[in-house]
């Protein structure tokens, strides 16, 4: 619990330093689902490269593979800030399983913030 409110003080903290950055969700999404993903996505950005996630989009819409595995490929995507992950994830969000369609959202988001850090090179 204490992890959580630590996270919702940096969040305030970030947020009042620079509230015209703020993007808000337009689904609503579960908090504990998002701090799953947020600490998915930074553990995948240690262990994983770019071209890892690349290589297993395609495990994405094979019926073999764990929710999990989904997971941490939806996640390493997002964080590659590749306009080509950032298509694969709007294709999934379309077509993918309905059970990780909150995690899609939330990777699309990263892959989106990614590319306009990109783009505006900040």
């Not at 204490?2 to 009042?16: P, W």
């Not at 992950?85 to 294709?91: G, K, Y």
Request: with cysteine; net charge negative; charged share 35%.
């Amino acid at each position: 619990m204490e992890e959580h409110e630590n996270l919702y003080e940096k969040i305030q903290e970030i947020v009042g330093t620079n509230p015209g950055n703020l993007k808000i969700l337009e689904q609503q999404i579960d908090m504990d689902l998002q701090l799953e993903y947020y600490e998915c996505s930074r553990r995948v950005k240690e262990d994983r490269d770019s071209a890892w996630a690349l290589e297993h989009i395609q495990y994405l819409n094979e019926p073999g593979y764990s929710l999990e595995v989904k997971k941490e490929i939806l996640a390493r995507l997002a964080s590659t800030g590749k306009v080509e992950s950032f298509r694969a994830l709007e294709s999934y969000l379309e077509e993918g399983e309905p059970s990780l369609r909150h995690w899609t959202v939330l990777s699309l988001n990263e892959c989106r913030m990614q590319l306009e850090s990109k783009i505006l090179d900040e």
